[in-house]
T-cell receptor, first 115, second 109 residues
C-alpha cells in the first residue's frame, strides 16, 4: 500500500467503550498528525508527532490518547467518549524540516459515532 | 484571534469558471495552501502560495495578495468531478496551520 492508510474507516462505540484508531504511512515522512473534522467547522489539530516526539495540544481532552511507536505508525486511543466527539478523525503525515511547503498527506479518515 | 473566512457553499455549471475566495487574519504568514476533499475521501494538496501573484496548474490557479490577506482558487472548464470541498489554510509565524471551514462546491450539468 502507498500513502496514508487509516483503520477502521467507520466505528460506532458506546460512551463506556475503549477503542483505537490506527494510521500507517508509507511515505517515509517524519511527522504525523491527528485532526478532528466536524461538519462545517475548520480542521482541529489534536496531536503532532515530529521525529517521534509528541507536540501536545493542551486543549484535547484526556479521553483521547495518542501513541506513536515509530515514524510509520500512529494510534489514537479512545475511552469514555462523549456524543460530541462524533466526527471524522483524519491522520496526516509530512516531511518536517524540508525546504518549501510543508505539504500534508492525509488518510481518508475514520468516521466515529459515539452513542 | 486568527481567522480564515471562505464561503460555505458555491454552485457552478459544468464547463464554466468558478472563483473560491479565502480571506485571512493570522499572526504572521508563512504560506497559504489549498486542499481538495471529495466526500468521504482524504483531503489532497492542490496548491501553495507564499509570494504574491498567480500560480497556474492546469485547470486550477491560485492567487495570493499578502497585503490584502486574500487568496482565491480559480477553477476553469469545470467538470462534474470537481464537485468537492475546497479547504484554505494559512501557515502562521509559528508554522502552525490555520484552517478555514471549507467551501463545498456543487457542479451542475
Amino acid at each position: 500500500e502507498t500513502g496514508v492508510t487509516q483503520t477502521p474507516r467507520h466505528l460506532v462505540m458506546g460512551m463506556t467503550n475503549k477503542k483505537s484508531l490506527k494510521c500507517e504511512q508509507h511515505l517515509g515522512h517524519n511527522a504525523m498528525y491527528w485532526y478532528k473534522q466536524s461538519a462545517k467547522k475548520p480542521l482541529e489539530l489534536m496531536f503532532v508527532y515530529s521525529l517521534e516526539e509528541r507536540v501536545e495540544n493542551n486543549s484535547v481532552p484526556s479521553r483521547f490518547s495518542p501513541e506513536c511507536p515509530n515514524s510509520s505508525h500512529l494510534f489514537l486511543h479512545l475511552h469514555t467518549l462523549q456524543p460530541e466527539d462524533s466526527a471524522l478523525y483524519l491522520c496526516a503525515s509530512s516531511q518536517a524540516g524540508a525546504s518549501g511547503a510543508n505539504v500534508l498527506t492525509f488518510g481518508a479518515g475514520s468516521r466515529l459515532t459515539v452513542l | 484571534g486568527q481567522n480564515i473566512d471562505q464561503p460555505t457553499e458555491m454552485t457552478a455549471t459544468e464547463g464554466a469558471i468558478v472563483q473560491i475566495n479565502c480571506t485571512y487574519q493570522t499572526s504572521g504568514f508563512n504560506g497559504l495552501f489549498w486542499y481538495q476533499q471529495h466526500a468521504g475521501e482524504a483531503p489532497t494538496f492542490l496548491s501553495y502560495n507564499v509570494l504574491d501573484g498567480l500560480e497556474e496548474k492546469g485547470r486550477f490557479s491560485s492567487f495570493l495578495s499578502r497585503s490584502k490577506g486574500y487568496s482565491y482558487l480559480l477553477l476553469k472548464e469545470l467538470q462534474m468531478k470537481d464537485s468537492a470541498s475546497y479547504l484554505c489554510a494559512v501557515m502562521d509565524s509559528n508554522y502552525q496551520l490555520i484552517w478555514g471551514a471549507g467551501t463545498k462546491l456543487i457542479i451542475k450539468p
